[in-house]
């Protein structure tokens, strides 16, 4: 028996290749008996410490059926981990709740509005993230097992995740996304939107424009799964052709890029404001966004979104910093004076505060990717819904209680309204300048790719020409948008309605609507909706933005 079992090999049965491993396990657990004192798992899986090529490096494993082929995986395997350790790489590891959410947030950039903005460089920068397959990444003991139904060459990341049908992202983790897209700069403008509003128009407003908005949000989400595409602009070109998708590009590119401008004045007041309580100088507005401009330009280079993961964590950290003090410092003051001079309707500014709302709300672009990283997506809606009313209270409450503690004095971003005197709010004036300052190459990035893509029709993975190109392409866009930041510099409130009036109604309201009528509507009811919602969209574009300018002129 002894001679039997030490000439067996269990490869020369039939289905033997399947049956190696429970083979291999009793073998081990056999022997485990016998070094049992050495503490060893009895599993039939290696453990870390020892080579997977050891089990496929003879020569009669490599004559076996299918040896060759786990021969080569094991190797592929190996000089992999070799090579990371010559580079003083550390072994793939799972990544941190954290980190693994920023970086997720990030990939959703990267796929803003549907479209694919990633570069093929990402796959030599490193940035290998799929955020339809997050939840499936496996740590190195599990990718370095070959199995049968392992590939022998490797598809690029970004075929993977063109072809990838996978969605993971649980119904909390898009909750987590989705609030990350809506809260960040715009919230600050509200307490002088309601100002320019009045309190009860305010109110009744924002609670309209987040239900139009949640409205128009599904009708995008229809008209995606009606045409079977995955992007704003290809649905457009499926519906209504070529210039439908240049237009839906076009109006994305105009607002990222005033979003970004908006962030940069927002940046220059806050810096200026926090200089001048520590210093008693006063430094022009301009002279920051020149500053600006000179951090920007180096990072917008930057290809690889995952080395912003980084900025991103901590300008969310600043962000929640500054909401919550203040709450605490705009609830104080209401306890302690009352409630300030305050108008229910204010008749000659009101057209404003509808351009600040839809520039608060404004998040389409994020709608689709985030839908379709859902492990069930029928469950967007709710979630959606959700958190539309929880951002809305959010929204409502920061302006109401701004707007009565501090009255016809609140200032265009109400964190000058707090005790310029104090450390702490220093501290925090200038950690919020830092959060905005560091999102906004964030916002600038769909606006450059998009470009890029229409312009150049090489990655310049291998050209340098062609990356110089596009670094110099990238160069005039971050100067242009500070132009743009420079010009609305004096009246922020305007100009933070005027990109909400001209560059998202057509967004949030038109596009939608266009798209459901053609591809989704087929009642009279839901074509009658949708009619109503652009004549709306036509109206409120064209006589907001025409107000706008005429208040600014």
Request: charged share 15%.
């Given at each position: ?26 073998r081990g657990h056999e022997e485990g008996e016998i070094v049992k004192k050495r503490g060893r798992s009895h599993s039939f899986t290696a453990t870390r410490d020892e080579d997977p090529t050891d089990d496929f490096t003879d020569a009669q494993s490599i004559r076996a059926p299918g040896g060759f082929r786990r021969n080569f995986l094991a190797n592929k395997i190996s000089n992999t981990n070799d090579e990371d350790s010559e580079l003083g790489e550390p072994q793939r590891t799972r990544p941190t709740f954290l ?455």
């Open positions: 028996d002894d001679n039997f079992e030490s000439k067996f090999d269990s490869l020369k049965l039939q289905g033997g290749d399947m049956t190696r491993q429970l083979y291999n396990w009793q980190t693994r959410n920023f970086i997720e947030f990030l990939s959703i950039y990267g796929h803003f509005a549907g479209e694919e903005l990633g570069e093929e460089d990402d796959d030599v920068y490193g940035f290998n993230y799929d955020y339809q397959n997050s939840d499936s990444y496996t740590d190195e003991s599990q990718q370095g097992e070959a199995v049968e139904g392992t590939p022998l060459i490797t598809p690029s990341k970004k075929h993977k995740r063109a072809s990838s049908s996978q969605a993971n992202a649980t119904a909390t983790k898009a909750v987590l996304l989705l609030l990350k897209s809506f809260v960040g700069t715009g919230v600050l403008f509200l307490p002088k939107a309601f100002l320019n509003g009045g309190l009860v128009f305010s109110v009744i407003t924002l609670i309209s424009v987040a239900s139009l908005s949640y409205w128009c949000f599904l009708l995008l989400i229809e008209s995606k799964n009606a045409t079977g595409v995955h992007s704003f602009g290809d649905i457009g070109q499926v519906l209504y052709g070529p210039l439908m998708r240049k237009t839906i590009l076009f109006s994305i590119v105009i607002s990222q890029i005033g979003f970004a401008a908006a962030y940069i004045v927002f940046t220059s007041q806050n810096l200026q404001a926090f200089i001048l309580a520590v210093s008693d100088k006063l430094v022009r507005i301009e002279s920051l966004i020149i500053i600006q401009l000179l951090i920007f330009m180096p990072l917008s280079m930057v290809r690889n979104l995952a080395r912003l993961s980084g900025t991103a964590l901590i300008a969310d950290l600043f962000i929640l910093i500054g909401l919550v003090y203040l709450y605490y410092w705009s609830g104080s003051v209401l306890v302690r004076e009352g409630i300030a001079d305050i108008k229910m309707f204010n008749q000659d500014s009101w057209t404003l505060f509808i351009g600040t709302a839809i520039f608060t709300f404004e998040g389409i672009g994020l709608i689709i990717p985030i839908q379709e990283s859902m492990k069930k997506p029928s469950q967007f809606g709710p979630v959606l819904g959700g958190v539309m009313i929880g951002i809305t209270f959010l929204f409502i409450s920061v302006g109401v209680i701004c707007y009565l503690a501090f009255g016809s004095s609140t200032q265009t971003v109400v964190i000058l309204n707090l005790p310029q005197d104090s450390k702490f709010v220093n501290g925090v004036q200038f950690l919020y300048s830092l959060a905005i300052l560091l999102s906004t190459p964030l916002q600038l990035f769909p606006a450059i790719r998009i470009m890029e893509n229409g312009i150049f029709t090489k990655s310049g993975k291998f050209n340098s020409k062609i990356k110089w190109q596009k670094n110099v392409f990238r160069f005039v866009v971050v100067i242009l948008t500070a132009f743009i930041a420079w010009g609305g510099a004096n009246d922020l409130d305007r100009f933070v309605a005027l990109i909400g009036s001209f560059a998202c109604i057509p967004l949030v309201f038109l596009y939608p609507a266009f798209l459901h009528i053609k591809g989704v509507a087929a009642t009279k009811l839901s074509k009658l909706g949708d009619i109503l919602l652009i004549i709306f969209g036509f109206g409120a574009m064209i006589y907001t933005t025409g107000q706008t300018v005429q208040s600014w002129l």
